[in-house]
């Protein structure tokens, strides 16, 4: 029974600026525009880094879930962890017995997708997604990504940086949301050097730190595996999103530079 972190979700204000920041920042390239969002009020742009995604969503009407989250958190935010699993309805009969509400549920056979939307306010600290690619390449690391469209794999960039090697979600009780996140993923618990709780899934870790910065709980900032540091921080400067050598800040996210391990 596997899990995966396959994207992640960020809201913005301004998806133009944003978008711009990501790509200019991470040297990547856009793969889709999903017209599905409109549903909810929202539009988006995905970009792959490596085989997992970053996506940006802005709100297009008023009165969605995500300009409230938005609101909420003071700005542009991380919104969602979105993982890919094996075996979504034993984990949906999991969340059931949990009592965990589900956000949105996807039931999409005819493209080989189905998953599910936790309700955050059952979880803790941002979006929990669970979603699971049923067509002929969807248990294969890198395989079919219905979110990102069917011809994502040509936009492949990694001069920069190669994968998102952690989501860090921020609490003024890490452990108690770490604990939480444990029980759903089915995953024990680890400690990192400096002490944070964190969950160690098949391609990354989920780290949970105490919140520092006044924007309450949520989805704070990844870690990304960086090929060029130096490009990288050139461009952050440029575009005014250096912090430090090791940190970039993008789509209110903090964004820290990994060396590959």
Request: proline share 5%.
């Amino acid at each position: 029974m596997w899990i995966r972190l396959r994207q992640i979700a960020v809201t913005t204000a301004d998806l133009a600026q944003t978008s711009a920041d990501i790509q200019s920042v991470l040297g990547v390239e856009p793969c889709f525009t999903d017209p599905g969002v409109g549903i909810f009020g929202l539009k988006n742009v995905l970009w792959p880094i490596g085989t997992q995604f970053l996506e940006c969503v802005t709100p297009i009407q008023d009165d969605t879930a995500a300009g409230r989250y938005q609101h909420r958190r003071g700005g542009d935010t991380g919104y969602m962890v979105i993982t890919q699993v094996s075996d979504v309805a034993a984990r949906r009969a999991h969340v059931d017995e949990l009592g965990i509400r589900i956000a949105f549920e996807m039931n999409f056979p005819e493209e080989g997708h189905v998953g599910m939307q936790l309700h955050p306010a059952d979880t803790g600290g941002a979006f929990f997604e669970m979603d699971q690619m049923t067509g002929p390449t969807g248990d294969e690391v890198g395989g079919s990504w219905t979110p990102a469209g069917s011809n994502w794999e040509p936009y492949v960039c990694t001069d920069r940086v190669s994968s998102i090697a952690a989501a860090e979600l921020q609490s003024p009780d890490p452990q108690r949301l770490a604990e939480r996140w444990s029980q759903i993923a089915q995953i024990d618990l680890g400690t990192d050097s400096d002490g944070h709780p964190t969950i160690q899934i098949d391609n990354a870790m989920l780290r949970f730190v105490p919140e520092a910065d006044g924007r309450g709980e949520g989805l704070g900032g990844i870690d990304v595996t960086t090929v060029d540091r130096d490009g990288v921080l050139a461009a952050a400067r440029t575009r005014d999103c250096y912090v430090n050598d090791s940190q970039v800040a993008l789509a209110g996210l903090r964004v820290n530079l990994v060396d590959a391990s």
